[in-house]
């Protein structure tokens, strides 16, 4: 269920939705983070939330801190992004593309709308999609005690662990959003009865792309021949590399 054994090609057909909001997430930060001009700062400066803006009428805020990270850190943008990226397919699936996009961005706005009700006249910034992503383990957390078909009962520990780690770390985390975290929670399970009305449980199978059969047109029956053998490389090794050096780039940004 949350074991990812597609290829890039593969995930991104299965899960489009999930792919296109990590795209926004990190083109976003890239532009208001890693290369910083006149126009990514204005950017940000007009998409953070900030209470007090939203007192006065600038409603868009309730949204758009969900696809912005924090400019400095690589850590944040990275860590939801990963978080997405492993949690968010079985629910693409179980939920549908719509459904799914529909309660993604209904969490992270309840996050974002009760840190507002919390302090409506602070300017203190908020951003990030942690408030969406815990809307997640919310949902999650429901299929645990009240959906038991939809999630197996390894999967359902790993869930439990996760979230008591993260509210753990929440709370000794300098500049975390808790509220945002909380609310995102508690809409998530709050919400799941709804959004899991005809859902099915997770399969790997499901969203496979359709094998070509021998006469369809485009079928190379010489294909295998063209194949570089004394080229090839393992793309799961590359790929487990690449995220094995954003973890640690994570982790050191974050410590520092």
């Known amino acids: ?11 991104l057909y299965a899960y489009p939705v999930i792919s296109l909001i990590v795209a926004v997430n990190l083109l976003l930060w890239i532009i ?31 949204v758009t801190p969900i696809f912005l990270h924090a400019p400095g850190s690589i850590s944040h943008v990275l860590f ?3 978080s997405l990226v492993i949690f ?3 629910l693409e699936q179980m939920l549908g593309k719509l459904k799914f996009t529909l309660f993604y961005l209904l969490t992270g706005i309840i996050g974002n709308a009760v ?9 203190v910034s908020h951003i990030g999609a942690s ?3 815990y809307g997640l383990f919310g949902i999650y957390l429901f299929m645990v005690y009240f959906r038991k078909h939809l999630i197996d009962p390894g999967n359902a520990q790993l869930i439990v662990i996760i979230f008591i780690v ?9 500049n975390i959003n808790l509220t945002a975290h909380l609310a995102g929670v508690v809409a998530g399970f709050v919400l799941a009865p709804i959004f899991l009305i005809k859902a099915k449980p997770f399969s790997i ?26 080229r090839r490389t393992n793309k799961k090794v590359i790929l487990w590399i690449i995220i094995a050096a954003l973890v640690l780039i994570g982790i050191y940004d974050y410590m520092n």
Do not use: H
């Open 131 to 133: 408030g969406a992503i």
């Open 88 to 90: 968010g397919p079985a």
């Open 32 to 62: 208001t983070g890693l290369f910083p001009t006149e126009f990514g700062n204005s950017l940000y400066q007009l998409g953070a939330g900030v209470n007090l803006f939203i007192s006065g009428g600038e409603y868009w805020r309730l």
């Open 205 to 230: 199978y499901r969203n496979k792309r359709p094998r070509q059969r021998d006469d369809d047109v485009g079928f190379d029956a010489d294909r295998w021949k063209k194949r570089p053998y004394g």
């Open 115 to 123: 840190t507002y009700v919390m302090d409506p006249y602070s300017f």
């Open 1 to 11: 269920m949350f074991r990812r054994n597609e290829s890039f090609k593969e995930y």
């Open 80 to 82: 939801n992004c990963f």
């Open 166 to 174: 993260g509210i753990i770390m929440s709370l000794f985390t300098a």
